[in-house]
């Protein structure tokens, strides 16, 4: 079976701030790789939906997490029924206690 793939309108969001970053800082080659890879991962959820860390008793917006690492990026992701929910894009090298804010965890 695969799973549908669903980008929330935060993890567009992010994605979009991660990507306007990488192109700041690295420019177009760094972004087309960071996009490609980061894609290629969030493809690969919709074979193998469980293979991001499940974040027990922690949930966003309702949804209970999981997060998929991709590199220097944490995509964290619900499933719900056939579909897999991108809920947001974090980049790892930020504070994690932020990133529990962002998702309402503090």
Known sequence: MLYNIE??????????AEMEYVYA???LAALRKFYGDLLE??????VFPRIGIRCRN???RGYEMRILHVKKISVVYSIVG???RILYIWNNRQD??????VLGLM
Do not use: C, H, M
């Not at 980008?7 to 979009?16: G, I, P, Y």
């Not at 991962?41 to 919709?46: D, I, M, N, P």
């Open 7 to 16: 980008w929330l309108d935060d993890a567009r969001t992010s994605l979009n």
């Open 25 to 27: 800082e690295f420019g």
């Open 41 to 46: 991962r969030v493809s690969q959820l919709q």
């Open 58 to 60: 922690l949930d966003y």
């Open 82 to 84: 056939d579909t897999i």
């Open 96 to 101: 994690p206690e932020q990133l529990a804010k």
